[in-house]
Each structure stands twice: as structure tokens, then as C-alpha cells.
């Protein structure tokens, strides 16, 4: 079992930076693909990056590929997603999840097995 708490979401202009952040309760962060995902009104979520445990190896949507940075701090078992160059269009509720394998990596929101409880990212034009 494994508890995850978010932090970090607010207003942002357009082109300026938020940090994400997600501190997991439980056990290590590396026994866990972690996520970010984002769920605009009225859709179901969408991956928008994960770390694999087990290396640390990192994905993303290709919409933010250049723009976010997913992290880790496996001291403090806290996930980061730095959001910079952001955009109108990455307004959304932004969710941590934790997917209990080391090795697979998953961008289907149902295959995720704990979540956080999101957190609001407005970005203004």
C-alpha cells in the first residue's frame, strides 16, 4: 500500500514554470513506476510523463517533451514534474500515480494502481 500526496499546483502565466510535486508513504519509490498524469473536463486522464523504477529511465507525451522534466528524489520519496514553456492548453488537474512494477511502464491511467489527489494547474494566456 502506498499513500501519495500532491503539492505544488497554482496559476502560472503563459511561459512561466510550475514544479510538481508528489511524496509517496510506503515503500521506495524504485519498486513503483510513478506517473504524472492530467485529466482535462469531461475526459478520462492522460499520461503525460512517468519514471520507471527500477532505472529510472523517463517518458513523456510528446506535447511536453521539451517542456516538462520528470524527477525523482528517492531520499525524500517524492516525484517532480518541472512544467516550464507552459501553455493555456496544459491547464488541468494534475494527478500522481504509482504503478506497482519495477519495470513496466504503462501510459493507460487504468493500469495504475494508487493515486494522489490532484492538484490545479491554471495557466493563463
Known amino acids: 500500500q502506498v499513500q501519495l500526496v500532491e503539492s505544488g499546483g497554482g496559476l502560472a502565466q503563459t511561459g512561466g514554470s510550475l514544479r510538481l510535486s508528489c511524496t509517496a508513504s510506503?515503500?521506495?519509490?524504485?519498486?513503483?513506476?510513478m506517473a504524472w498524469f492530467r485529466q482535462f473536463p469531461g475526459q478520462d486522464r492522460e499520461f503525460v510523463a512517468c519514471?520507471?523504477?527500477?532505472?529510472?529511465?523517463?517518458y513523456y507525451l510528446d506535447a511536453v517533451k521539451d517542456r516538462f522534466t520528470i524527477s525523482r528524489d528517492s531520499a525524500k520519496k517524492t516525484v517532480y514534474l518541472q512544467m516550464d514553456s507552459l501553455k493555456p492548453e496544459d491547464t488541468a488537474l494534475y494527478y500522481c500515480?504509482?504503478?506497482?512494477?519495477?519495470?513496466?511502464?504503462?501510459?493507460?491511467?487504468?493500469?495504475?494502481?494508487?493515486w494522489g489527489q490532484g492538484t490545479q494547474v491554471t495557466v493563463s494566456s
Open positions: 500515480g504509482a504503478r506497482e512494477t519495477r519495470w513496466g511502464v504503462s501510459r493507460e491511467w487504468i493500469e495504475y494502481n494508487y
Open positions: 519514471i520507471r523504477g527500477a532505472d529510472g529511465i523517463a
Open positions: 510506503g515503500r521506495t519509490l524504485t519498486d513503483y513506476n
